[in-house]
T-cell receptor
Framework: AQSVTQLDSQVPVFEEAPVELRCNYS??????LFWYVQYPNQGLQLLLK??????LVESINGFEAEFNKSQTSFHLRKPSVHISDTAEYFC?????????????FGAGTRLFVKA | GAGVSQSPRYKVAKRGQDVALRCDPI?????LFWYQQALGQGPEFLTY????????KSGLPSDRFFAERPEGSVSTLKIQRTQQEDSAVYLC???????????FGQGTRLTVV
């Protein structure tokens, strides 16, 4: 069965500092991997996705994540965070058709960027 | 509409009351999902529709939970005889059917008192 572990429930960081939000998953088949972001009082939004091909994926606002199959990880990184990045970040995995299209989410990591 | 719309945004129910939560997916989206998000947790899968067919309801926590999508567009999640443990945010998501990611609504926050 699929599962997702986000190793940090909260990550406080100063503005312009780098950040890494950690995510590990387990699955017996090939997977699709996602990071979703939830800003205060808003719905979940897809931040970036790994489907196939290049293991390094990037978002439009400077986040990147690298799929590491041997370590079953999909950590999210940003070299310099902004106050506006304060939000809850969810790592998620889908087995696609094999898993019935359901997506399994981690418990979330609250990123708090301080001035 | 441009996005997934859920109503009501907030619902307070007395224990034992029945509730119905509505989801309007993005027009033309084939797939529709319901998730339950407890406070401080990630969303947990409840059920999945492809058009009007409910293909997976393995996440529904009990037979008090029922979901339908009779015409393949709007969906309703019904909870009978609500209990305090049903208090959560209920999220609806839709996708075109091909890609394995989805567009989420803002959710309905259900509080059972």
């Amino acid at each position: 069965a699929q599962s997702v572990t986000q190793l940090d429930s909260q990550v406080p960081v100063f503005e312009e500092a780098p950040v890494e939000l950690r995510c590990n998953y387990s699955s017996s088949v090939s997977v699709y991997l996602f990071w979703y972001v939830q800003y205060p009082n808003q719905g979940l939004q897809l931040l970036l996705k790994y489907l196939s091909g290049s293991t390094l994926v990037e978002s439009i606002n400077g986040f990147e994540a690298e799929f590491n199959k041997s370590q079953t990880s999909f950590h999210l990184r940003k070299p310099s965070v902004h106050i506006s990045d304060t939000a809850e970040y969810f790592c998620a995995v889908s087995e696609g058709y094999t898993g019935g299209f359901k997506t399994i989410f981690g418990a979330g990591t609250r990123l708090f960027v301080k001035a | 509409g441009a996005g997934v719309s859920q109503s009501p945004r907030y619902k307070v129910a007395k224990r034992g009351q029945d509730v119905a939560l509505r989801c309007d997916p993005i027009s033309g989206h084939v797939s529709l999902f319901w998730y339950q998000q407890a406070l401080g947790q990630g969303p947990e899968f409840l059920t999945y529709f492809q058009n009007e067919a409910q293909l997976d309801k393995s996440g529904l926590p009990s037979d008090r939970f029922f979901a339908e999508r009779p015409e393949g567009s709007v969906s309703t999640l019904k909870i009978q005889r609500t209990q305090q443990e049903d208090s959560a945010v209920y999220l609806c998501a839709s996708s075109p059917g091909g890609p394995p990611w989805a567009f989420f609504g803002q959710g309905t926050r259900l509080t059972v008192v």
